[in-house]
């Protein structure tokens, strides 16, 4: 019997989806849970990650998923698109049904398309099974903050050249997503 842990699956180009991914860990280690982060870069690319590439089995045994991918003309980036396109055996299976999960993004303007990315990651998701959750207006900053952060998931305004870095109110809503997450997979196995 191993461990369980919440796979924090993300592919990042700039480094800015990354920030997120560990401020989401954060959250989720705050629980005392195990959170495992991934890269999912494309086959042929080398990646500059600190992190090893996803496996399906890395996605198959956890116990709950955030997932992260920069804004791409409004999408989800086609290494994550491709990895969830390589999991029909998962989906025939079922090994996904009823675990919890989140998303988050990373656009470089305001009203660039985080929501329509965040939306797009939930769609496979919601194909395996998964319960997704959001952020509940119940966390303050969402109503205050002036750049990411939203109810369908946590987000980034990362600028024009990527060099800003996650305001106080992304990080604080990253860190809740995740801790929201570890909670909710606790209840579910206790
Ligand atoms: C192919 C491509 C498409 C992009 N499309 C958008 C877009 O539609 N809207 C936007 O605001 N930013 C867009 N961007 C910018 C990235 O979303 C932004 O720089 C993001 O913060 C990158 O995250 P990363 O640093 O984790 O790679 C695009 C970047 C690339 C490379």
């Known amino acids: 019997m191993t461990t369980p842990y919440i796979l924090v699956l993300y592919h990042s180009r ?17 629980t005392g849970l195990e959170a495992k982060v991934r890269s999912c870069e494309q086959a042929e690319r080398q990646s500059d990650s600190m992190y090893p590439q996803v496996t399906i089995e890395d ?21 994550l ?13 079922g090994d ?7 998303v988050f993004s990373s656009s470089s303007s305001l009203h660039g398309g985080n929501e ?6 939930s769609l496979p998701l919601l194909h395996h099974g998964m319960m997704l959750l959001g952020i509940p207006y119940s966390e303050p900053e969402l109503h ?6 939203t109810p369908y998931g946590a ?12 305001t106080p109110h992304e990080k604080n ?10 909670q909710t997979v606790q209840l579910l196995n206790r």
């Not at 329509?116 to 990651?121: A, D, K």
Request: proline content about 3%.
């Open 59 to 79: 996605l198959k045994n956890c116990a709950g998923l955030a997932m992260g991918s920069p804004c791409h003309f409004g999408m989800m980036a086609s290494p």
């Open 14 to 30: 700039h480094g800015s989806v990354e920030q997120l991914a560990l401020q989401i860990r954060k959250g989720i280690e705050s």
């Open 96 to 102: 996904l049904i009823g675990k919890p999960a989140v």
């Open 144 to 149: 205050t903050t002036t750049s990411g952060g």
């Open 173 to 182: 809503l990253a860190f809740a997503l995740g801790k929201r997450l570890a």
């Open 155 to 166: 987000t980034h305004v990362a600028g024009l050249n990527n060099d800003h870095d996650l």
């Open 81 to 93: 698109k491709a990895f969830w396109e390589s999991t029909s055996t998962q989906w025939l299976s």
């Open 116 to 121: 329509s990315t965040l939306l797009s990651m």
